[in-house]
């Protein structure tokens, strides 16, 4: 059974940082892409960034050069820093994984909000 477990949410004043984990289980992690989605009240949910097994990254245009991806495949941990976080950055984050047969699968969410 994969779970996917995310931490590091919380609230943080305009222009601060927070890191965000993401725990796998029940998937081959190294092979697996992985990603952070988020969510605002009354708004779709969209791509924040994602990383491949090689590892090659993509990110949305609002968090390019404030947010980085990384994952520690020995940990089974992806991670986003973010940092200049922004108060249209507030939203629930979702962790996001697609094996190699390209099942998807979600974390619970983790709040992030931006305020001051």
């Known amino acids: 059974q994969v779970a996917l477990v995310e931490s590091g949410g919380g609230l943080v004043q305009p222009g601060g940082s927070l890191r965000l984990s993401c725990a796998a289980s029940?998937?081959?992690?190294?092979?697996?892409?992985m990603g952070w989605y988020r969510q605002a009240p009354g708004k779709q949910r969209e791509l924040v960034a994602r990383?491949?097994?090689?590892?090659?990254?993509r990110y949305a245009d609002s968090v390019k050069g404030r947010f980085t991806i990384s994952r520690d495949n020995a940990k089974k941990t992806v991670y986003l820093q973010m940092n200049s976080l922004k108060p249209e950055d507030t939203a629930v984050y979702y962790c996001?994984?697609?094996?190699?047969?390209?099942?998807?699968?979600w974390g619970q969410g983790t709040q992030v909000t931006v305020s001051a």
């Open positions: 029940g998937i081959a992690f190294s092979f697996s892409t």
């Open positions: 990383i491949t097994r090689t590892p090659a990254t």
């Open positions: 996001y994984a697609q094996n190699v047969m390209a099942n998807e699968y």
